[in-house]
């Protein structure tokens, strides 16, 4: 048995297949990305409005974190993002294996956009400015189509992490973290590959805006309970720290 949390110690066992209930009908959660204030707002108030819960996200970097880390049914994606675009969002999460419904939103209402969007892996793409009765039917439509996710499988060399059955394993075997220490994976995985600093777990992770030493000590001893828990016992190592700069989660072990 290897879930996270106390509660859900005496379920059965779980893997990366197993299935989970449905969602409560009305329970539906929207991920909107859209860095424009006023556009982001109008969404999100007209979706509340018909009964979804909603989540924005303002840049292309916190909307790629949110849609790995939480389970969402739809994801309206914004094409012009500053930094990555939605296009390069799209594309790595369906690299990773994220299947969740994606409609695009595109401000130039050209035939490449569109069909790129498409070929991306977008389920279905709106181009601004448009009526919003015209976007409530789209999700319906989307959401109708949908199937609702029940694992969402990271992985990395013989790392595997369930973000929805909150399991994690390495070699087939289970590890136990504690929510913090799952968070934290969660987090690495999100940016596996680049190196994450201090300061990046002290805003996502711990919420602090303001950075104190106190915390860089909570964060560092948190990283070697994690990292014991992780890689103790196997000659591959794949949490990693960058000497001055923070941490990484990836199979080699050069910076690069
Ligand atoms: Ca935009």
């Not at 007209?46 to 989540?55: F, I, M, T």
């Not at 991306?120 to 015209?134: C, I, N, R, S, W």
């Not at 828990?229 to 080699?252: A, I, M, N, P, Y």
């Amino acid at each position: 048995m290897f879930v996270t949390s106390s509660s859900e110690k005496n379920q059965g066992l779980v893997t990366c297949d197993a299935s989970r209930p449905a969602r409560i009908k009305g329970d539906v959660h929207i991920l909107v990305v859209e860095d424009e204030q006023k556009m982001a707002n109008a969404l999100r108030e007209g979706l509340e409005a018909d009964d979804y819960s909603v989540r924005v996200a303002y840049t292309g970097e916190e909307g790629f974190y949110l849609v790995q880390a939480e389970s969402f049914d739809l994801v309206i994606l914004d094409v012009m993002l500053p930094g990555r675009d939605g296009f390069e969002i799209l594309r790595t999460l369906r690299r990773r294996g994220i299947r969740t419904p994606v409609l695009l939103l595109t401000s130039r209402d050209a035939v490449e956009d569109r069909v790129r969007g498409l070929d991306t892996g977008a389920d279905d793409y709106l181009v601004k400015p448009f009526a919003f009765p015209e976007l409530l039917a789209r999700i319906r439509a989307l959401l109708r189509r949908g199937t609702h996710e029940t694992s969402r499988c990271l992985r990395l060399a013989d790392l595997e992490m369930d973000v929805l059955q909150r399991s994690v394993m390495r070699k087939g075997q289970p590890v136990e973290l504690t929510p913090r220490e799952f968070e934290l994976l969660e987090y690495l995985f999100a940016n596996q590959g680049r190196v994450v600093s201090r300061e990046m777990l002290a805003r996502d992770v711990w919420k602090e805006t303001a950075r104190q030493t106190p915390l860089d000590n909570v964060i560092d001893a948190q990283m070697v309970r994690l990292r014991r828990k992780l890689d103790s016992q196997f000659d591959r190592k794949l949490l990693h720290t960058v000497r001055g700069v923070g941490f990484v989660l990836r199979e080699e072990d050069q910076p690069r």
